[in-house]
């Protein structure tokens, strides 16, 4: 098989279980190249100890997979040579800054110029104006993408995300959901496991959704939605989503918007005597 044709990831008849709790029942899932796959799931459903066999911090009870053409149970080393994982919690030190964080983590790696490794990072993931501040200061957004930047220095052909927008706020989400898009327009390939529907459905080419140890159904979103009879048509109003007020009030950017500075002027103008 060329080069080109093999899969980023290839899992067949994965299987782990934890004493008498069976978590994977056999597991089986291709990631083509330079693609986001979205391993969809309940908490509890697998997910994470799927990325932990892949990343090779955990050894499966049966089954095989492959990373990069790399087998993760004899070819550990370069596996974790071909790969990139972002956990659930941002790994970053709250004491330095930005730039020094990128710049620590190039040093670790041996990379030549560091520093001009740490600035390009910082353009790509809109961090520069923030580069100097403490990461103590950062949001739940900004601190997510400066990890998911770490992540990429020495530019890994793959990275897993594990669940990386948890227990950020709505603008945190978006800012990452980004930068997710970003990681694979440059061709790195994605896999993102997720609890949230519409996180799949807004970054993944592929989705498989994880239920009880076993991927259960395994296709692009278009795909999974011919499963379901087809829609009626309907005359129906559409009313804004919550989504829709939140970025009309607060913008894009995490700015005021037009429409909080006209809601927040009109109220002002009644309260004046």
Do not use: C
């Amino acid at each position: 098989m060329a080069a080109q044709q093999v899969p980023a990831l290839h899992v067949q008849g994965l299987e782990k279980s934890y004493k008498q709790l069976r978590v994977l029942r056999g597991v089986d899932f291709d990631v083509a190249r330079g693609s986001i796959f979205a391993l969809l799931g309940s908490n509890g459903a697998g997910k994470t100890t799927v990325v932990k066999i892949l990343s090779t911090l955990l050894k499966s009870d049966a089954g095989t997979a492959s990373v990069n053409g790399f087998d993760v149970a004899t070819q550990a080393a370069e596996v974790r040579e071909s790969i990139s994982l972002t956990g659930q919690f941002a790994a970053v030190d709250e004491i330095l800054s930005g730039r020094e964080n990128l710049v620590l983590v190039a040093r670790l790696r041996r990379l030549k110029d560091p520093g001009t490794i740490a600035d390009d990072l910082l353009d790509r993931f809109s961090l520069t104006d923030a580069a100097a501040r403490k990461v103590s200061t950062y949001s739940g957004g900004m601190r997510r993408r400066l990890d998911i930047a770490m992540s990429l220095i020495g530019d890994p052909p793959l990275i897993f995300l594990d669940e990386p927008t948890t227990g950020l706020d709505p603008q945190g989400r978006i800012e990452v959901w980004n930068s997710v898009k970003e990681l694979a327009e440059h061709g790195t390939t994605v896999l993102l496991t997720t609890q949230y529907l519409d996180e799949a459905e807004q970054l993944a080419d592929r989705i498989a959704i994880l239920h009880q140890g076993r991927i259960i159904v395994n296709g692009t979103l278009a795909e999974l939605k011919q499963l379901l009879p087809p829609a009626k048509v309907e005359y129906v109003e559409k009313q804004p989503t919550l989504e829709d007020v939140f970025l009309a009030i607060v913008g894009d950017d995490g700015k005021d918007g037009d429409a909080g500075m006209t809601t927040a002027s009109a109220r002002t103008s009644e309260e004046q005597p």
